[in-house]
């Protein structure tokens, strides 16, 4: 009778789970995933040639970036052996590294089960780790921090950790000056500080006023963040729109500014023009050609942590010793939203050598066979899409291209 499942220990199931791996994550149902580009099919001659998403969306993917090897040659019968050049996996200041998450599937006493179903266990397990990690990530370095909201499902942990600089790959960077801004309670102005103290107020929260100067600021600045297009959406051209990202504190507050359900039967409206696209669907609202969802996790500063801000238009030097002020106590915090357009983050994926795709994994035998682990790692890195624009009279300023980040006051439990 012929075999149907992948024995334990078979080397053919390292490429079958770290292929089923990635195309799990590729296909994760999460806010995040539906604002990335797909990657090219072999019918995509232009984007085939450098493996590379579309840019009308604000998370943009490409594999196999390797920038050119350097150096001298080896003449003759010189010794070549160990000399080789290593191979440097980035472009434009994105690198990418190896992540990897081993994970116990225990001893054969403490789980009596087959090690083909602790293989399927571990593999969901580790499924879910990557997604959370994957999103989070992106989540950070749009924001330009992590925040300091933590508990458990948090895989990237604050900038405080040891360990935050080699998980988050690339540096992280806070707002540009022209993409950061701060509520007023009824609209929105440039982040400043009074003392140490970043100036903003309990009062300064998100809501309807906020929402329409944000479409007003857009309309009226040089190079706003460009819309986001949907293949599939009718109204791309005649009706532009991009999204804001919420925490879960600052939609409610949306919500109870206005009648929100007025936006979500916008919301709906688009979706028909768009081949009923889930990002529109839920609990989304549109107004105003601002599509508004909520973000997976918070980017929260609490009373006396420090908002890094940049505090001129013509450098990325980052102020970072002005903190959420103390008046917020325990019943306040600051969160960031996120108000995203094409191109605003840079998703590089290399290919592992066990595998030939980004994720692979591994499962071994531990104590004399006694104990299994499983391990899932990926190879990969994120980076904020930012530029040198002339602005003319404005000098030349480092501009997050796609993202601008909106700082407002939330009431927490």
Same mark, same amino acid.
């Given at each position: 009778?012929?075999?149907?499942?992948?024995?334990?220990?078979?080397?053919?199931? =390292?490429? =079958?789970?770290?292929?089923?791996?990635?195309?799990?994550?590729?296909?994760?149902?999460?806010?995040?995933?539906?604002?990335? %580009?797909?990657?090219?099919?072999?019918?995509? #001659?232009? /984007?085939? $040639?450098?493996?590379?998403?579309?840019?009308? $969306? &604000?998370?943009?993917?490409?594999?196999?970036?390797?920038?050119?090897?350097? %150096?001298?040659?080896?003449?003759?019968?010189?010794?070549?052996?160990?000399?080789?050049?290593?191979? @440097?996996?980035?472009? @434009?200041?994105?690198? +990418?590294?190896?992540?990897?998450? &081993? +994970?116990?599937?225990?001893?054969?006493?403490?789980?009596?089960?087959? &090690?083909?179903?602790?293989?399927?266990?571990?593999?969901?397990?580790?499924?879910?780790?990557?997604?959370?990690?994957?999103?989070?990530?992106?989540?950070?370095?749009?924001?330009?921090?992590?925040?300091?909201?933590?508990?458990?499902?948090?895989?990237?942990?604050?900038?405080?950790?040891?360990?935050?600089?080699?998980? =988050?790959?690339?540096?992280?960077? !806070?707002?540009?000056? /022209?993409?950061?801004?701060?509520?007023?309670?009824?609209?929105?102005?440039? =982040?400043? #500080?009074?003392?140490?103290?970043?100036?903003?107020?309990?009062? @300064?929260?998100?809501?309807?006023?906020?929402?329409?100067? *944000?479409?007003?600021?857009?309309?009226?600045?040089?190079?706003?963040?460009?819309?986001?297009?949907?293949? @599939?959406?009718?109204?791309?051209?005649?009706?532009?729109?991009?999204?804001?990202?919420?925490?879960?504190?600052?939609?409610?507050?949306?919500?109870?500014?206005?009648?929100?359900?007025?936006?979500?039967?916008?919301?709906?409206?688009?979706?028909?023009?768009?081949?009923?696209?889930?990002?529109?669907?839920?609990?989304?609202? $549109?107004?105003?050609?601002?599509?508004?969802?909520?973000?997976?996790?918070?980017?929260?500063?609490?009373?006396?942590?420090?908002?890094?801000?940049?505090?001129?238009?013509?450098?990325? /030097?980052?102020?970072?010793?002005?903190?959420?002020?103390? #008046?917020?106590?325990?019943?306040?915090?600051?969160?960031?939203? *996120?108000? *995203?357009? %094409?191109?605003?983050?840079?998703?590089?994926?290399?290919? !592992?050598?066990?595998?030939?795709?980004?994720?692979?994994?591994?499962?071994?035998? *531990?104590?004399?066979?006694?104990?299994?682990? +499983?391990?899932?790692?990926? +190879?990969?890195?994120?980076?904020?899409?930012?530029?040198?624009?002339?602005?003319?009279?404005?000098?030349?300023?480092?501009?997050?291209?796609?993202?601008?980040?909106?700082?407002?006051?939330?009431?927490?439990?």
């Amino acid at each position: 009778m012929p075999q149907t499942t992948i024995p334990y220990g078979s080397p053919q199931a =390292v490429k =079958v789970q770290s292929a089923g791996l990635f195309a799990a994550n590729m296909q994760r149902p999460t806010t995040l995933n539906r604002l990335t %580009g797909k990657l090219p099919t072999q019918a995509d #001659a232009e /984007n085939n $040639l450098r493996f590379q998403s579309g840019n009308e $969306l &604000p998370i943009m993917r490409c594999m196999d970036l390797i920038n050119p090897v350097g %150096g001298k040659p080896i003449m003759g019968e010189e010794y070549a052996e160990g000399k080789g050049e290593r191979m @440097d996996f980035s472009q @434009d200041a994105l690198r +990418i590294n190896q992540t990897r998450k &081993p +994970i116990s599937a225990g001893g054969k006493m403490t789980q009596q089960r087959t &090690p083909h179903q602790l293989r399927t266990l571990a593999r969901a397990q580790g499924h879910n780790y990557m997604t959370r990690l994957e999103d989070q990530l992106a989540l950070v370095h749009l924001a330009g921090a992590r925040g300091f909201a933590d508990d458990i499902e948090w895989a990237c942990p604050v900038n405080t950790d040891g360990d935050f600089s080699k998980i =988050v790959v690339n540096r992280v960077k !806070a707002p540009t000056r /022209n993409r950061h801004f701060i509520s007023t309670g009824d609209g929105l102005e440039l =982040v400043s #500080a009074t003392g140490n103290e970043i100036a903003i107020a309990t009062t @300064d929260v998100m809501n309807i006023d906020l929402v329409d100067a *944000l479409r007003t600021k857009l309309d009226s600045m040089p190079l706003p963040p460009p819309p986001v297009r949907y293949e @599939d959406d009718q109204m791309s051209q005649d009706a532009p729109m991009r999204v804001l990202l919420c925490s879960s504190e600052q939609y409610t507050s949306v919500v109870q500014s206005t009648n929100f359900r007025t936006w979500q039967a916008n919301a709906m409206a688009r979706a028909q023009l768009a081949k009923m696209n889930p990002l529109f669907m839920g609990e989304a609202g $549109l107004w105003n050609g601002i599509l508004v969802v909520k973000m997976p996790k918070p980017i929260r500063f609490y009373a006396g942590n420090p908002i890094n801000w940049c505090s001129s238009l013509t450098s990325e /030097n980052e102020t970072t010793t002005d903190l959420v002020p103390a #008046a917020f106590g325990t019943n306040y915090a600051v969160d960031r939203a *996120l108000l *995203l357009g %094409g191109q605003s983050l840079a998703e590089a994926y290399g290919k !592992a050598r066990q595998t030939g795709n980004p994720y692979f994994w591994s499962e071994k035998e *531990l104590d004399h066979g006694d104990k299994l682990e +499983i391990l899932v790692g990926m +190879i990969a890195g994120k980076s904020k899409v930012r530029f040198e624009i002339n602005h003319g009279a404005g000098g030349v300023q480092p501009t997050d291209f796609g993202v601008m980040a909106i700082d407002t006051a939330v009431k927490i439990a």
